[in-house]
């Protein structure tokens, strides 16, 4: 159905009906059926549903849309609220002159102005630099921000490596990559007497790129210690005793950069001393073997040292029984020592034998002595 015609109706064409008088006529009445079919058409159903008149419904529309934010006009936009312009891109102004058919955008360095394509209709040369050399139909590259490309032809999995002066094709090697996240890892105290109690023990880490996180765990706890605020050197908060020779405990690092997690690992063993020394013959006993003059924690009885006793002293070496009997070579012969069993007690109250060795005789001078 045609809506009914954009005009207002007069006395003319709707005449005023008398009763009685005024003959129906059928221009008339479809006059008035067109009217009230546009006007429903227009209002709909039920104009009223929500708000109680049409009126009412269109103030309310318009107080909507007066508290609306109205855009900004700024930088890039021009014109006025009713006929916006684009005056810039990424504020950077754009000339006022019309373009002709088949221009392009050109930045000459003060606004983006219409100007023919390369080789068009009596244009200019393209203008090429920086990055790019050649004429209109030829561009090369020749540089990647400013920075100097190689022209060496690339082979098949080859890489553009910065190496210092030019971007050059070539091969990304192991020895090339500069991992996201690497560091050390240092327990200060790494060996312990069976039964000494390490307390709170502290580390050291270097790292490559500073972690945004770096968490300290052991083998023997299930709380995770955050020293993230005190990446390179931090202790654990906990103590840490072991009763049996060659127990250990193990600690993690774990440090996080993004998405790289890596994780280093540090142990604590305990061991036993090895003593030696030089005193006059016949000595033995826990207290003379502990309070010789050298003595080393280790979990092994190798050891190679030199001594010098005197006309009237002799060497002495002791180790754990439990290691087996030792060779001994003195100045690289072997023999020269009588073995004792002695039960010896550390500093921490363990307990177990240990083996004495005396040398046979007595004033060897300076003399390098070799336990295996």
């Not at 009906?17 to 067109?34: M, S």
């Not at 990647?144 to 890489?159: C, E, I, M, V, Y």
């Not at 001393?273 to 050298?294: E, H, P, R």
Request: with cysteine.
């Amino acid at each position: 159905m045609l809506k009914y015609p954009a005009q207002i109706d007069t006395t003319q064409s709707l005449p005023t009906a008398i009763d009685n008088q005024t003959p129906v006529q059928g221009l008339i009445f479809n006059k008035l059926r067109d009217a009230v079919l546009s006007i429903e058409s227009e209002l709909g159903v039920k104009p009223s549903a929500t708000y109680s008149t049409v009126k009412a419904r269109i103030d309310a529309l318009e107080n909507i849309v007066g508290n609306l934010q109205i855009i900004e006009l700024d930088t890039d936009l021009g014109g006025d609220l009713e006929h916006p312009l684009v005056i810039g891109f990424q504020g950077r102004p754009v000339s006022t002159v019309p373009p002709q058919q088949g221009d392009v955008y050109v930045w000459n360095g003060i606004a983006w102005t219409p100007l023919p394509p390369p080789g068009g209709g009596g244009g200019s040369d393209f203008i090429v630099g920086g990055d790019l050399s050649g004429g209109n139909f030829s561009q090369t590259v020749i540089g990647l921000r400013g920075r100097s490309l190689d022209n060496t032809a690339p082979t098949k999995f080859q890489s553009l490596i910065w190496n210092g002066l030019v971007w050059k094709p070539g091969f990304v090697f192991e020895d090339l990559l500069i991992p996201a996240l690497t560091f050390t890892f240092t327990a200060n105290t790494t060996l312990a007497e069976v039964n000494q109690t390490i307390t709170t023990p502290s580390f050291t880490a270097t790292y490559f790129t500073t972690p945004s996180s770096v968490i300290l765990e052991d083998d023997l706890h299930s709380t995770p210690e955050d020293v993230t605020s005190t990446p390179t050197s931090f202790s654990s908060g906990f103590n840490f005793i072991k009763t049996s020779f060659g127990d250990i405990v193990t600690f993690t690092l774990t440090s996080a950069q993004d998405v790289i997690i890596k994780t280093a690992t540090q142990t604590i063993t305990w061991g036993q001393k090895l003593y030696w020394g030089v005193d006059i013959a016949g000595q033995t006993g826990s207290s003379f073997i502990t309070g010789l003059s050298n003595s080393q924690i280790t979990l092994t009885r190798e050891k190679v040292f030199t001594l010098s006793p005197s006309s009237t002293q002799k060497i002495y070496f002791a180790c754990r029984s439990a290691y087996g009997t030792a060779s001994l070579f003195v100045n690289g012969l072997s023999g020269g020592f009588t073995k004792t069993v002695v039960a010896v007690t550390n500093s921490f109250g363990f307990t177990e034998n240990y083996d004495l060795y005396e040398s046979d005789n007595l004033g060897l001078g300076s003399t390098t002595v070799t336990v295996l």
